[in-house]
């Protein structure tokens, strides 16, 4: 295969293959001894739109199946989901990007599955929380039926074709089609007793997102009565207005990303929503770390100047972030000074979440965690999977395992 | 110090690159312009295979006099690019294009008439 370099210049390359891409991440997961390491992997990602065929056929309303059909048929010149422009790729120089299309899989087992196993096994993740990509813009749509419709449509898919076929490796926190608050609860009631549903997730790339509306409490109270979690999953969106002054992509991806959590959990702290619905387990994700000292800093200020604007507060905002659970990934590995602080302001033993983010062009490996050179063992081993085995009750894979969450005080029965 | 074969030189063309093994050594070997350069495979960020992925001119952005910016383009250094996130090194060095100091191990290549062999 070639890829297009400088120049209309071809470069030749092997055609894609994950498990030779990644063989020096086996060559460290053999290194580290991660067999016997429980690691979880919360946030990765497949291409659900290579599945479009299998899952716009179970949209509800007929009319607006017809429309997704019929655009995405050949010739069709609709389009079901909101882009953002944007370069994850790089021109190509992240070649499993080009190259994706070239990997060979057996046609008898969904693809996502079988290359699931290979970067999975590679990275030594023992499960991964399976989330979409395209749909990450679902709430760009203009239509909030056509969003109930296509977060609908994957959670049947997720749930009756995928993950059945993940062996369950694989688990999911399903998407919530947040801007229709009827929908996002009657989603959770429909799907949330379905094997291999961990939680839900909102993605938080939206023009607009109360979280603190009171449209969304019965869903809030749903999903803490199931004992499920709750999570954000943010990204870039270099359309927003907010970020049109970027010129560079680069600039709308760092700040995007952190920009729609920083926003989100600024409205869930402040309006209380960790007082009223304590024992639910709120994830936020892939918006690496570097900006929650930043928010606990500027939220614990204004809080001791303006108690009488979030009066549910009993503890400074701070508190109430060291609650919740933050992924991993991009872990800014930066100045270590700054990222031990950071991991002591968040209590990051007991609420980082590893994540991969693989296949996407950031991703990190599990060693990103295990070499830092200020974690203990015990916080190596939360942070990589005890926290989320937790979590989400899922069981060691083998013996070594399962006394490693022992010996740390996290093994809980599955 | 081994010697490893890594072909022919008449049949390692400008562009062309190689991977050999020499116990735990991994490394890449190029040629470009007519030189072979050769590097760890193993890249500075997260251990990826730094030598396998694409090679690509490396772009500078042109300013005028007063400052002003002519936009980004492509220079004639060449670069190679980790294909697991993106670290650029430079052809010539090694060296990550952004921060000098972070540098691919770099191995000699030795030919011998028409024999290219790297020595680890
Ligand atoms: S491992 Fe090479 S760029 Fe990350």
Redesign the interface.
Known sequence: MD?I???GRR?Q?EELNTTK?L???A??TRDRKFDDVLIVDVDAHHYENENFGEILPFMENEVLKQLALAARSKGGRGSVLPSVPGYQD???????YPLRSSEKTDPSRLRDAQLGERWMDALGVDYSCLFPTGLLNVGLHPQKEMEFELCWAYNRWVTEVALPQTNGRMFTQLCLPFGDPEGTLRCVETFGHRKGVGGWMVTTVRPKMPVYDNAYMKTYRAIEERGQTLAFHSGPSWGDHTFQSCNRFISAHALGFSWYNILHLTNWVVNGMNERFPKLPVLWIEAGLAWIPFVMQRLDHEFMLRPSECPLLKRKPSEYMREMFYSSQPMEIQDMDALECTFRMIDAENSLLYASDYPH?????P??IWDLPFLNDRARHNILGGTAHKLFKLPPRNEAQKQNLIKYGNYVEC | MAEQFVGKASEFKD?DRQIVRIGEHEIGIFRHEGEFYAYSN?CLH????AC??????RVEERLRPDKTSMGLH?TNDMNF?C????Y?YDMKTGEHVSNRKLKLRKYEVITKGNDVYVVA
């Open positions: 890829l370099s400088d120049r470069v390359v891409l063989a020096h991440a060559k460290q790089m021109g190509g120089r992240v070649t499993r062009w950031d991703f990190d490996l060693s990103t | 562009g193993f997260q251990g990826g295979p396998e992925g694409l090679t690509i001119a492509f690019v294909p697991w996130h993106g650029e």
